[in-house]
């Protein structure tokens, strides 16, 4: 294996359980919540697809590769929207949910990207929004971060 290929982990610590934080995870409403409007849908079977739509847009796909719950969660992440258009293979993110007494401690790992993803370099800002938007939904029970790529989407319709 190269030592080129990029990989983003981030981990992160919510007051929650490992049961609420999967959930979250998995739940459509939930995503749309927290992932600024991206709506999760799938079975969550191992080999079943996944779908992220915003707006009746596909912004995502993927396969499920591992559902653990409330441990670990992984799919494949096929970027289809904007500037991506699903011209890089698809790439894979892993949740994974350690309880930590009143805490769940959240490490992801996106990994597998071809060198010189453009992809890898949407996903570094991505993530950190996300997540950290994850949390604000978790605690204070409300999304509160924007995202700034969507203003510029905006701006330009």
């Not at 919510?14 to 998995?26: E, G, Q, R, Y």
């Not at 996106?110 to 994850?134: A, M």
């Amino acid at each position: 294996m190269s030592g080129n290929k990029p990989k983003f982990v981030y981990v992160t610590y919510i007051a929650s359980t490992p049961d609420k934080v999967f959930k979250a995870l998995t739940d459509t409403e939930a995503t749309a919540q927290f992932w600024f409007g991206n709506a999760a849908t799938s079975d969550w079977k191992v080999g079943s697809p996944i779908e992220f739509h915003r707006e009746g847009k596909l912004i995502l796909q993927g396969k499920i590769l591992e559902n653990d719950a409330p441990r670990r969660l992984s799919y494949t992440f096929h970027s289809m929207h904007e500037p991506h258009n699903g011209k890089e293979p698809p790439s894979r993110v892993v949740f994974d949910l350690e309880k930590q007494k009143d805490q769940v401690k959240l490490t992801v790992t996106h990994d597998d990207f071809i060198e010189g993803s453009k992809v890898f370099e949407s996903i570094s800002n991505g993530w950190p929004l996300v997540l950290s938007n994850l949390k604000s939904y978790l605690e204070l029970n409300r999304a509160v971060l924007h995202a700034p790529w969507y203003d510029k989407e905006k701006a330009s319709a």
